[in-house]
């Protein structure tokens, strides 16, 4: 059982370039989540999903993307990077109980 | 928004109990209150959540007022360890599934030695 695993740890985009941040969770969960905390800041949600084919967006979804195509993954696209989202990147997952977050993917856009 | 208010830090005495206040005066019949943490840049942590009894696992307790309106995580003996960011989030049940998770700014708790 791993828990909630992200690919990659760490990413350097140049501005414009697109990418696919990855998810993945073991535990069967339906509720999956993105979030992005900026430096000496909170979290903040960017899309959510409650099962395979439903997402949602939270607060700050601009400029990204999401699809839930199986129980199991949650991909995070960027589609055209920009240096204001340089942040590092949390998702999470959950049942009735708690929310289990992944160790995050540090991006920096120049 | 966040529908929960925190103080913005705290210190806590090693060994001592901590006692983090939240205040979620807006809360529903159907919403229950979490605890997360933030320790420096990890992932947060689930500590624990309730509805309206009181809670205890293996690392706090929450002590939920009767009219729902606030609660207190309480740490019992703060070890420098306990050093991170405390969350306190309302989470709702909509129809078969949980609604999404805001947090708020949180309080920076900081255990002396």
């Known amino acids: 059982n791993a828990g909630v695993t992200q690919t990659p740890k760490f990413q350097v985009l140049k501005t414009g370039q697109s990418m696919t941040l990855q998810c993945a969770q073991d535990?069967?969960?339906?509720?999956m989540s993105w979030y992005r905390q900026d430096p000496g800041m909170g979290l903040r949600l960017i899309h959510y999903s409650v099962g395979a084919g439903i997402t949602d967006q939270g607060e700050v979804p601009n400029g990204y993307n999401v699809s839930r195509s199986t129980t199991e993954d949650f991909p995070l696209r960027l589609l055209s990077a920009a240096p204001s989202q340089t942040s590092v990147y949390f998702c999470a997952s959950s049942t009735e109980g708690s929310q289990y977050f992944g160790p995050g993917t540090r991006l920096t856009v120049t | 928004d966040a529908k929960t208010t925190q103080p913005t830090s705290m210190d806590c005495a090693e060994g001592r109990a901590a006692n983090l206040p939240c205040n979620h005066s807006t809360i529903s019949g159907n919403e229950y209150v979490y605890w997360y943490r933030q320790i420096h840049s990890q992932g947060p942590q689930y500590i624990i959540h309730g509805l309206k009894n009181n809670e205890t696992n293996e690392m706090a307790s929450l002590i939920i007022t009767e009219d729902r309106k606030s609660s207190t995580l309480i740490l019992p003996h703060a070890t420098l360890r306990d050093t991170a960011v405390y969350y306190c989030i309302v989470r709702s049940y909509v129809g078969t599934s949980y609604d999404k998770v805001i947090f708020g700014p949180g309080t920076s708790l900081s255990v002396i030695p």
């Open positions: 535990m069967n969960h339906e509720y």
